[in-house]
């Protein structure tokens, strides 16, 4: 299983960003997906999670992303998507997507996730 995050980079307060996140090597709709953040000198924490298909692809949010982000996945493509709008500067961080089989309750847990994408930087800055 290979996931591979790209699309971040440098944008100014207020501004938006998409990232991907490509997935290989594995039935991609039978997986939960998740976007998790880590900015320097603290710990990873839980984005946005969206559910497998045959779950609906429900999604789920942190507060800090709840009205401004927006995950999303196509299954015909292998691919998850994180639509960042109305950025912050404590929205810098490397983002990272990783895949989950573990009940939906603990999807913002992520020792659940068994496998990482390497990471896209995401920097918020005038």
């Known amino acids: 299983v290979q996931l591979q995050a790209s699309g971040g980079g440098l944008v100014q307060p207020g501004g938006s960003l998409r990232l991907s996140c490509t997935a290989s090597?594995?039935?991609?709709?039978?997986?939960?997906m998740g976007w998790f953040r880590q900015a320097p000198g603290k710990e990873r924490e839980f984005v946005a999670a969206?559910?497998?298909?045959?779950?609906?692809?429900?999604?789920r949010y942190a507060d800090s992303a709840k009205g401004r982000f927006t995950i999303s996945r196509d299954n015909a493509k292998n691919m998850v998507y994180l639509q960042m709008n109305s950025l912050k500067p404590e929205d810098t961080a490397v983002y990272y997507c990783?895949?989950?089989?573990?009940?939906?309750?603990?999807?913002?847990?992520?020792?659940?996730?068994?496998?990482w994408g390497q990471g896209t930087l995401v920097t918020v800055s005038s």
């Open positions: 969206i559910s497998r298909s045959g779950y609906g692809s429900v999604s």
């Open positions: 990783a895949v989950t089989q573990i009940v939906w309750a603990y999807v913002d847990s992520a020792p659940h996730y068994t496998t």
């Open positions: 090597g594995l039935a991609f709709d039978t997986y939960s």
